[in-house]
């Protein structure tokens, strides 16, 4: 049987992790690259010169089935689902150490970059899936309005949101849920069809939750209370 979860984890002392593009665009590497039992041979890359490889699908013997992720300045989230033995935390493992690695070495530092082991959240339910689908796609919209989340949206800074997720930040699978090329390979889109009919569904699904916003995050919160985690 098939198990879901919510992964994350931040810098060690809430430090930032992705200080510039390029390290978002080498998470994104490793978060595919690793995504594979066998072992990683381009983990120099760099992405100084030359496109991404993984733009173009490859053979892999996956470890999990990534549904949704996003990256932001100081911390990660992944809804995944292992598909292998120790699936989840082979893939973190090699994704955390594999990171670290290119960071320290990029910013001549030393030492751990992650704030502990990666915390995980079970997903037992479609709707405890599509609370945190839109949790993670909603994230970066900190980056334009800190205050969001106690204000709350009316209607036109919604659209000023989508906006803002649909041409100003390409981190995140939310591109893709739309139905826009961003980084497809990443993840398993016959995901998406489980919810929606076409993308366009999804954004509908996805504004109508950023409309009630307080009402839902209080599911989400109340979901990681009870694992005992708390929420980046």
Excluded at 65 to 88: A, E, K, T, V
Excluded at 173 to 185: C, Q, V
Excluded at 196 to 207: A, C, H
Aim: with cysteine; proline share 4%.
């Amino acid at each position: 049987m098939l198990e879901f979860y919510h992964t994350y984890n931040r810098g060690t002392e809430k430090r930032k992790i992705f200080l510039e593009d390029t390290d978002y665009l080498r998470a994104v590497h490793d978060a595919y690259e690793f995504n594979d039992v066998d072992d990683v041979v381009n983990i120099a890359y760099r992405f100084d010169k030359s496109p991404p490889s993984f733009l173009l699908e490859k053979q892999r013997q996956k470890l999990v089935n990534l549904i949704c992720w996003n990256l932001m300045p100081n911390h990660y989230h992944f809804f995944l689902c292992p598909i292998r033995d120790n699936g989840l935390s082979k893939y973190h493992k090699k994704f955390g150490v594999g990171f670290t690695n290119f960071f320290n070495n990029k910013y001549k530092r030393s030492g751990v970059l992650f704030q502990g082991k990666y915390k995980k959240v079970r997903v037992v339910n479609d709707t405890q899936a599509l609370q945190l689908i839109c949790y993670i796609h909603a994230n970066p919209l900190d980056l334009w309005k800190p205050d969001w989340k106690k204000t709350g949206l009316n209607n036109s800074e919604i659209v000023r949101a989508m906006d803002f997720l649909e041409n100003k930040y390409r981190w995140s699978s939310h591109l893709d849920w739309l139905g826009i090329k961003n980084f497809p390979s990443l993840i398993d889109n016959n995901f998406i069809s489980r919810f929606f009919e076409t993308p366009e569904k999804y954004r509908e699904f996805f504004m109508n939750w950023l409309k009630y916003y307080s009402k839902n995050i209080k599911s989400v919160q109340q979901l990681l209370k009870n694992m005992g985690v708390g929420l980046p």
